[in-house]
């Protein structure tokens, strides 16, 4: 009997605001310790929180691009509890009533192995606003710190530092439903969101400074049972990570529970250097965080025409982007590769329009199968999903740094649909526009690349081999098909690879069927 | 000169018939000899008041002064101030200097007023009686051997003994108005909302109200005009046009309606006091209003409610106060934990302490619903009593406070006795509302009475003509307290 995987996701995403939640001071990454530390962020006597209003914004946008109710009236509480990077004694954060309730997100599983890639929708819980803490910087001050743990291995006479810069980094937290079953699966819907975020532009995404962190509770049961006792995984900074953790922590459980045992409840660390989880506290030592309403914020009120204004300023998502596509005549493959980020879309959009501008950009027209339309869409796909993404890859290389912009793309792609030149001759072209040489018709002109396309020179040609091959022609006439291939290599060798390959085709058909 | 009012004050200066440093140096000068004795003053700083003071003169010589330009005003010591040692009573903050100033004390700065010092008051703003103080009791300038009440008992103290103008007080559970009656004079606690709590060390958040205390009604007024006023600071600051606060007094109190509640004089209210306070009444009456018996059902639940609403909060606001960034920390640990168990141990004394360990209780998981979501729904129906009240009349009168002044030491064995003192405010700071107490005589061994007046919300206007009116008709508030 099989193990059924249940995993639920909660990811802390950093708003990309200038200040922070609850006062002016700076969030810039990377400053001197303290110096993004005014009076809020130091928890200094009589200091009041005030909300910031950008980070209530990015939160609607969230909850209108997961199609999530927002609520009308939310309420800020209180979250007690002492460590020394958290000044005041509680985090302000959102609990019974949070800003964002119930939405879903649209995930693509990849294909792995005999599975076949799948699209799958994740039930998100809610969403709510918090403030993040400071920073416990161990070593460098004294001989130990107090570790990880709360109150672990804090030694009389060392000493620790204290960096609150960060304290008060508005954050997002986004809880998923116990929705997804592998580890493939959570890691998909984290990518997902990760898009999300960068895509509606609340978040940098920057998973290396903390700006998107990931917690995962991880359970295994027998199918038709209930849910197992989950553990959580604390603060997965990396997708990889995520995956290694989740697949660990799925092995562990049911390895003791193959054995007999049973699983506690509990918060766990991973250690990528071991691969290893291990736990951090369990429910016994869990704190009673005794939450309640904090009374220095008025409840949090967001009007309809709030809320409309920042719909206003919401640009078409993902999944939406992916729909158009697909009816561009691209697959659902391709679509979501393509709005993997927005820069990715937009760079195909701007390819389409540069090389087809009549049916490409305007979102509206829905072009006939294998009509012009669909054959330009599928081949800036084909060209961006392959020659680009594989030199961005083998340079290193996001799309916004491409060195190819998607207007020069879009005027070398026009050139193979106008037959000016060949697929093959293209790729050359495309070559050296990477390596900085200009403009696709200069260097067709220059490396002599133009596709011969005279329906003249080419019959000259054909006439010229057909009757250089005689006995082949007859062969081919009585029956032996297989010999055209033979013809269109010797044209094309005749007319050093230039001849227009369709054209070519059709005129020894022609000739061969005398 | 001590017996002058703000407003007195202010045209002396302004005719420079004494200049605001010497002003300021006759109240240092009468602080350093009568202080000693009644402990009003935790904070004096000479240089910075008299540079001030110094700057208010070259303000009134450049004739842009404002009504309280060059008049020294003493600041309740839970308001921070920049450059001023700033301890709420507290040992915890025994060494901290505020690096910043409070909204209430911008106001003032920018209104020119002096800031002459960091008057006493119990610990945390935890007490009735100012015994609570880490820096030591408050004596009552009528009787030294007294209370002046809590707690802003400091300022109140102050204020009857004359050592400053005027002054700030705070008020979270009754701590303006009863100090103001156990020392015989003026005090108002505004709506909630109107001054900034913005570097007001905070006691109970959703409570806590600054307000002036002073030795008259007008000059409460003038003390307003500064005080109050929206702060973006404070999310709970009203955002509300600016208001002259004098602009009533002066009008006639015919046809006012005062509403009277039964349960404010029934058991548990000193006869003296009720004498008192019912003089006070019948001179109201004398004056064109009329009296209707009104009732505020829920009076007895307030003290239960306050006890578990406002050290709740408290329990979370001074959960800051840890020994890690500033404030007191105990030199000895062994580790995280022992840090923070004995600095708060040693730093916090033990009615802060009790009060956290309630507060905590009624916030535990299992705990929550029954006390803490309790004690907000009775919260709204405390509010809603003074609803229906006003709808019968204008403004509720009564005793501030059940008895006259007692003896130090008296209720320190039993919490609930001095929390029995709060009995007639506390429901005031649950409502939101504003209330005010003023002198109106004399009680047991000539201790004064207070008269308690609470208002609907933002009358604080109105309610300031309404004791104006009485202190134009009577001169219990100018009598002032002898021998010391």
Known sequence: MTWEIVIGLEVHAQLSTHSKIFSGASIAFGAEPNTQADAVSLALPGVLPVLNKGAVERAIKFGLATGAHIAPRSVFARKNYFYPDLPKGYQISQFDLPVVGQGQLTIQVPAQGKQPAYEKVVRLTRAHLEEDAGKSIHGGFGESGFGEAPFGGFASGSCTGIDLNRAGTPLLEIVSEPDMRSAAEAVAYAKALHTLVQWIGICDGNMQEGSFRCDANVSVHRPGTPFGTRREIKNLNSFRFLEQAINYEVQHQIAVLEDGGSIQQATVLFDPDSGETRVMRTKEDAHDYRYFPDPDLLPLEISEEWKQQVAATLPELPHAKQARYREQGLSAYDASVLTSSRAMADFYEAVLAECSPTDGITPTPSPSPGGRGEQSAKMCANWIIGEVSAQLNRDGLEIGQSPITAQQLGGLLKRIADGTVSNSGAKEVFRIMWAGGGEADAIIEAKGLKQVSDAGAIEKIVDEILAANADKVAEYRSGKDKLFGFFVGQAMKASKGQANPAQLNDILKQKLAG | ?484
């Open chain 2, 1 to 484: 000169m001590f017996e002058s009012s703000l407003k007195q004050l202010g045209n002396a200066l302004a005719a420079r018939q004494i200049s605001s440093v010497e002003l300021t140096q006759l109240y240092l000068d009468r602080i350093a000899k009568l202080n000693p004795q009644l402990n009003a003053y935790i904070t004096l700083n000479p240089e910075l008041s008299l540079a001030q003071a110094k700057a208010a003169d070259e303000r009134l010589a450049a004739g842009n002064a404002t009504a309280l330009t060059g008049i020294p005003i003493a600041q309740k010591d839970i308001f921070c101030a920049k450059g001023w040692l700033t301890t709420c009573g507290s040992k915890m903050l025994h060494n901290f200097v505020s690096p910043y100033d409070a909204h209430v004390i911008s106001q003032f700065n920018n209104a020119g007023a002096i800031n002459l010092g960091k008057t006493n008051m119990d610990e945390f703003a935890m007490g009735s009686s100012n015994e609570t103080s880490h820096y030591g009791a408050v004596r009552n300038p009528w009787d030294t051997q007294r209370v002046p009440g809590g707690s802003s008992g400091g300022t109140a103290a102050a204020v009857a003994a004359r050592l400053c103008a005027a002054a700030t007080g705070t008020d979270t559970g009754g701590s303006i108005r009863q100090p103001a009656a156990l020392c015989g004079i003026s005090g108002l606690k505004p709506t909630y909302g109107v001054c900034s709590r913005y570097g007001m060390i905070a006691f109970a958040s959703s409570l806590d109200q600054a307000g002036p205390m002073g030795r008259s009604a007008e000059d409460l007024a003038l003390m307003m005009n500064v005080m109050a006023g929206f702060d973006e600071r404070d999310s709970t600051s009203l955002p509300r046009e600016t208001e002259n606060y004098a602009r009533d007094l002066g009008k006639p109190l015919a046809g006012l309606r005062i509403g009277l509640p039964k349960e404010f004089f029934a058991e548990g209210l000193g006869g003296d006091v009720a004498q008192a306070v019912e003089a006070a009444i019948a001179e109201y009456q004398k004056l064109g209003a009329t009296v209707v018996e009104i009732s505020l059902p829920n009076t007895r639940l307030s003290i239960p409610v306050y006890y578990v609403l406002a050290p709740a909060e408290a329990s979370s606001n001074l959960s800051r106060f840890d020994g890690v960034r500033y404030g007191y920390r105990a030199p000895e640990y062994s580790d995280l934990a022992d840090m923070y168990e004995k600095s708060r141990a040693q730093g916090f004394g033990a009615e802060v302490k009790r009060r956290i360990m309630i507060g905590t209780y009624v916030l535990s998981h299992g705990y929550y619903d029954a006390y803490y979501i309790q004690a907000q729904k009775i919260r709204r129906l405390i509010a809603q009593d003074f609803d229906e009240a006003f709808k019968q009349c204008d403004v509720i009168m009564g005793p501030t406070s059940p008895s006259t002044a007692f003896k130090l030491g008296e209720k320190g064995d039993d919490p609930v006795q001095m929390y029995l003192s709060d009995i007639y405010t506390i429901a005031v700071n649950l409502a939101g509302l504003p209330g005010m107490s003023i002198p109106c005589g004399f009680g047991a061994n000539n201790m004064p009475v207070g008269l308690q007046i609470i208002g609907n919300y933002f009358d604080e206007a109105r309610m300031l003509n309404v004791a104006h009116q009485y202190q134009l008709a009577t001169d219990w508030h100018s009598r002032a307290p002898q021998g010391l």
